[in-house]
């Protein structure tokens, strides 16, 4: 079932401890692609960046293949199809890592997953041995943590991506439970584990770069609904979206789910990548522009962007409907970290002054999204919707967004607005 061991540990000890020295000396900045790529990539469409994606899709980094999808395409859809999926990678897609620029499934049956660090016997387990362990369904909202980051310029532009609400999508996940495949590896309890770092496959270019890798809590009760996926959407995963092998948290921010998942480390610390202990991270207390920069994070005063906050969305109507005065339908979906079920979710056409309630429709799952929808009148001329989602632990939508500011613009969950001329 397992093989002997093909990295060396001295490999690990350079890829988790060595590279990521110079990334912090170099002052990394996570999302800096040099201009020059893009305007040599200016002119192409999503689906010659990332093969097989919808020429619809909005381009926010041709080099690295960060696109999001419009609203238009995205509501069209139940389970979001991985032709429009929001796409991230943190590292160009040439050379060695151009099989993973398709949405096609990769073609790679000797993958194997590293389980390493202090366990007994490091070994690489292979993709089919994982499979055979039973696999079960998650469906689950897949967000990047800047999703709705462009909001943020409302007080001040933050770097990065300028994402509007496209950086999500909902997504039937199917795989191995983590806590079952380590059971089955017989690797816990192990005294002096606390973290579980996964790595993914895919490596910067440059030696100062930094790997991928994230961290968790060993006891994070979220853990106990991961999954080790080799399905999306009933099909293998597509490279792109981290096939054939990807760490699936349901209800965390999409850089908690590792894509290309090559390694899982049980150590007494977490993993020392710059996408762990400075980036995908959250200031512990209300920040104001200027007096807390980008290169300030330390894992003391933030924390990683795990579970999703609860958030909401209109679909429907959006200005390109044009719709007219008079009463409409207004639609759209909500979801949290799955933690609580959403209770409520109301809706504004007159920016706040009045609500209404919306019938809430029963998810798939706990962290799948809602559908939710209300009748209301429209007035002639313009009219700003406010949709605000609520769940059974009291947790709400900011009515202004904005009071969550912070310099890399992660988690906006602010009451959703859309202003319509009818
Ligand atoms: N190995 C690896 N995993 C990764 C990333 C990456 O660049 N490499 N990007 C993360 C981020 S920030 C997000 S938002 C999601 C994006 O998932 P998607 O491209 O399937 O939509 O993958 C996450 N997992
Ligand atoms: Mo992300």
Known sequence: MVEKKTTSPLLMTRRQFGLFTG??????SLNMVPGFARLALAAENASQIIKGKSADMIILNAKLGVMETPLTLLRKHDHTPKEIL????HYPHEGEAAWYATTEAPNRPDWTLRIDGLVGRPRDVKLRDIQAMGMEKRVSVMQCAGNGRSF???KQKVGGGQWKNGGMGNVV?????????LDEMKVLPAPGVRWLTAEGWDQPATPEGSDFSKSYHIDDPALDNAILALKMNGEPIPATHGGPLRLIIPGYYGNMNVKFLSVLLLMPEQSPSAYQSVGYRFPNKPVQPGEFKAGDYTIHNSRPTYGHQIKSVIFSPL?????????????????????????????????GKTWHEASIKEPESPWAWYHWSVKAKLAPGSNTLVSRATDELGRSQPLDGLVRWNPRGYEWNGADRVTITA
Do not use: C, M
Request: hydrophobic share 45%; no cysteine.
């Open 173 to 181: 996940w199917e795989g191995v439970p983590l806590k079952h495949f």
């Open 23 to 28: 990334a912090a000396a170099a002052g990394l």
């Open 319 to 351: 200005p390109e409907d044009k719709p007219k005065a008079g009463t409409v339908e207004i639609t759209g979906v909500a979801f949290n970290d799955g933690a609580a079920k959403i209770t409520h979710v109301q809706v504004s056409t007159d920016n």
């Open 86 to 89: 929001f796409n991230r990678l």
């Open 152 to 154: 943020y310029a409302a």
